[in-house]
């Protein structure tokens, strides 16, 4: 610590210019440590608003402005394996080089896991809707018992609590587009 000629203890400007955007970015972005926490870099976007997290292996999460989710490292291993959303939506181009498998996406009504892909996921209403732009994704029920459902491009499954088997469709292009501007895409 540096002492300034009164013998008193000198504010250190420098720290104090770095601890609080830390400070303020734990505040407003609370899922910032947790990334960091599991090798990912935190970034804010704008236009929409939006926090973007890199991962090591060339992963992206995308979430909108006010998504409520977390990161999940199942092994420990500094990565995340999987993401937990309870609302609002998120982006996941997860590459075909990853070196992870099966990254998940888990909700209140549906687990979608894929590899090599580009979706997003929303969750909003008591329902999850999963929507694949390249690559495929497999999405089951959490419970009910149903089989899962394979999802191409361009494809995608509204999932609603029950056991009704899980219909794959279509999506219409201002369907798609609305929840991809979301995103800025």
Do not use: H
Not at 58 to 76: H, M, Q
């Amino acid at each position: 610590m540096a002492w300034d000629r009164t013998d008193r203890p000198a504010i250190d400007l420098a720290a104090i210019g770095y601890i609080l955007p830390v400070l303020l970015a734990c505040l407003l972005f609370p899922g910032e440590a947790e990334a960091q926490n599991v090798g990912c870099a935190l970034q804010a976007a704008p236009a929409p608003q939006r926090q973007v997290l890199r991962c090591r292996d060339g992963l992206t999460i995308e979430a909108e402005a006010g998504a409520d989710y977390n990161l999940v490292d199942r092994n420990g291993d500094s990565q995340p394996d999987a993401v937990s959303l309870r609302n609002r939506a998120i982006f996941i181009d997860a590459p075909a080089r990853s070196s992870r498998q099966g990254f998940e996406i888990l909700t209140p009504q549906a687990i979608a896991a894929v590899r090599g892909t580009q979706w997003a996921v929303d969750v909003a209403g008591g329902k999850t809707a999963v929507f694949v732009v390249t690559g495929r994704a497999s999405v089951r029920r959490v419970s009910g018992g149903t089989a899962s459902v394979n999802l191409g491009p361009g494809e995608g499954v509204d999932v609603e609590p029950g056991t009704a088997p899980l219909v794959v469709r279509r999506w219409p292009a201002a369907r798609a587009s609305a929840l991809l501007a979301r995103f800025g895409r």
